[in-house]
DNA sequence: AACCTCCTAGAACGAACGCTCTATCTAGAG
DNA sequence: CTCTAGATAGAGCGTTCGTTCTAGGAGGTT
């Protein structure tokens, strides 16, 4: 029944297992509409699957559907994170780079795509807790990959550590302001800035 | 019929008119729940109004009242954002004040009232066009008022545009890490590297 | 008195919600 | 072949949603 065609309008791809098609479904729309925008029977017409196999995956119903789709969000961004950060050996290049990528997926998107985990997380603040300790996770691995890049570049620990969360920080809030106001401009502005951070902790580090 | 009496449980405030008791519950529900988590009939029984005069005051229904709250949430910050800002000279001693405040607001409402237009505009991304630019709006305004900050501070013109974006980015993107890990750690990264960075510029400004 | 405007009041509607349920299909083991 | 566990299928449950609708109350003007 399973064909090996992928279908290019919707971007699903068959040749996944059925879970993992809900998932995505599940991550790509709470992305765009919040938890409580996204329903069941909509995350299993996009995921090519009925409703039956939605709760044969996934028996916790929506709220472990939405911690299964966040911490989706995470490795993929945590991926594409580590990734810019691998191909450039100076961090303050390598964090303007993710600005750049940010931007471009959000243009490319037409400004709808913003961060995979914030509005997920966001409308679920106070009712789900374990939604919002999936997001809390998601920024912690984060903030890890670019704290490893800091301290690999010299930066001291006491420094790195918050260095590395104002990082996660800028960049969450600047691509939630350049998707509200459609405009690249917050995010190349925080690439600018967090590249002149980074270069004068590195120039700290290395005239004590 | 309507009393003289502050309700000290809700927060409601009888003496508020019917229409300004609805804004400000949609505002406070929909900073917590976002759009698609707040009813309309919630909306009416924590504003202590009844379907009737929710939609005699807004026959636009749930979208021109998020529109309003989302106004009324800019507004609300503005006032806020002005009064830190006017109460310490320095610009980078300001921001930092700011952080300190926004720290203290989260933690007091035990991590529930995040910023009070990004759950609203999120969830409402590419769905209505009103709300979004109400939200894009917002964020002009606290930009305005950073800029004229930094500008009346000695920064050059053509730094300071880019840098209160960077304010308002970092900010918005610290608030909702901090609300997310239920922690203030970021938002106090947050203060001491804007702080950081704006005197870096102040420098720059001084020293041609 | 009558009248008019503003506001309040809540019943009722169709649609959509999350979820449960039973029934059927598929694939591999014996 | 039969047996079984995993997966698929979707009708239908009770509830809530946003919205519409009609009816009534309050207060001022004529």
């Given amino acids: ?8 309008a919707t971007g699903r791809d ?8 809900v998932v995505r479904a599940t991550s790509a729309l709470m992305q765009r509409q919040g938890f409580d925008g996204t329903g069941i029977k909509q995350i299993a017409q996009e995921a090519g699957a009925t409703l039956g196999s939605v709760y044969h995956f996934f028996p916790g119903g929506k709220q472990q559907l939405a911690v299964a789709a966040v911490r989706h969000g995470d490795r993929e961004f945590a991926d594409l994170l580590r990734e810019i950060l691998d191909s450039e050996p100076d961090p303050a290049a390598a964090v303007m ?11 490319e998107s037409d400004w709808v795509d913003g961060c995979p985990v914030t509005a997920t997380a966001l409308g679920t603040a106070g009712r789900f807790p374990d939604i919002q300790q999936a997001a809390a996770e998601a920024f912690e691995h ?11 570049a010299g930066i001291r620990d006491e420094d790195a550590d918050d260095l590395a969360w104002t990082v996660i920080n800028t960049l969450e809030g600047a691509e939630l302001t350049a998707q509200v106001s459609r ?3 917050p995010l190349e502005a925080a690439g600018r800035h967090l590249a002149r951070l980074i270069t004068l902790y590195q120039q700290a580090a290395t005239t004590p």
Wanted: with cysteine; glycine share 4%.
């Fill in 142 to 152: 984060w903030h890890a990959l670019v704290l490893d890049k800091l301290r690999a």
């Fill in 1 to 8: 029944m399973r064909t090996k065609h992928r279908d290019t």
């Fill in 183 to 185: 405009s690249v401009k």
């Fill in 97 to 107: 780079a993710c600005t750049r990528s940010l931007a471009e997926g959000l243009r």
């Fill in 14 to 21: 068959d040749t996944l297992g059925t879970r993992e098609r």
